[in-house]
């Protein structure tokens, strides 16, 4: 064992919730090796490619071994990748494509192909842009095209809806913060976290608990909520748990037999 890995054991067991955030994901930024990474406008880790970590370096559990690898099997083909780039073009995402993040709190964060997007769609800005996966970006841009836009239309008072606020794109954490748990969607840029909409009089709607409050607001939100789980394959939000009271969590994770995991005004399927 090398001098690295070993001290990266000792952490590893002394501070097991060290790589964790806080609800809804505004965490401090990651511990950093200054001479190998740069960090991104939103907080993010990118690390040269050629600088990738060795996974041999990384200690590994029983149940980090079942993970190790998820980002890469989340690597896009060649093919699906320009496909979906093409995709997001047609739509008007204004994106760029980054370096390859890999995190160094984990052998599995990471995202190989990931795009910092800063447009959901024409004159529709992500607040502040979000680093994603491809597909996510393309759920994201379809679910707002065919369904949000289109809803916000019924908010004519308001004007054009302006922006998307992000609560999380990429990052490197544990479900609901538990360092025990699984790691989260944001981990492989497979997630998207929605706090709000604002629009062209400078008015936005914030997602939030509402209970029968009878308002243009809430039919929004709960409009927007479950038209999300044909674009996504998880839908959390106000009532799933406290920690999603303020905003919608929505993720594109794969599932055997394409279960949906939608949860609607906090009732659960479960
Ligand atoms: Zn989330």
Request: net charge negative; aromatic share 6%; with cysteine.
């Amino acid at each position: 064992m090398t001098r690295t890995a070993f001290l990266t054991l000792v952490m590893a067991m002394a501070f097991p919730a060290i790589a964790q955030d806080l609800a809804p994901e505004m965490s401090p930024k990651p511990r950093l090796n200054q001479n190998r990474v740069s960090i991104t406008d939103a907080g993010n880790v990118v690390i040269p490619p050629e600088k990738k970590a060795d996974p041999k370096s990384v200690i590994e559990t029983e149940d980090d071994a079942e993970k190790t690898g998820m980002r890469d099997q989340l690597r896009e083909t060649d093919a699906d990748y320009k496909a979906c780039l093409m995709r997001l073009d047609q739509m008007g995402v204004v994106y760029s494509e980054a370096e390859p993040l890999i995190s160094e709190d984990d052998a599995d964060c990471g995202i190989l192909r990931p795009l910092m997007v800063s447009e959901v769609g024409p004159g529709v800005a992500i607040q502040p842009p979000a680093m994603l996966r491809c597909e996510t970006a393309q759920a994201v841009a379809t679910w707002m095209k065919d369904f949000v836009l289109p809803a916000s239309e019924r908010l004519s008072e308001r004007g054009a809806m302006t922006s998307i606020e992000n609560g999380s794109g990429y990052i490197c954490r544990r479900r609901n913060n538990l360092p025990d748990a699984k790691l989260s969607e944001h981990a492989f840029g497979n997630a998207f976290d929605v706090m709000g909409f604002q629009f062209k009089d400078g008015s936005r709607i914030a997602i939030e608990p509402r209970e029968a409050e009878g308002s243009m607001a809430e039919a929004f939100q709960d409009a927007v909520r479950g038209s999300a789980c044909l674009d996504f394959s998880t839908v959390l939000g106000p009532g799933s748990n406290a920690s999603h009271d303020d905003h919608l969590h929505l993720d594109v994770i794969a599932r055997p037999s394409g279960y949906r995991l939608c949860e609607q005004s906090g009732v659960s399927p479960n």
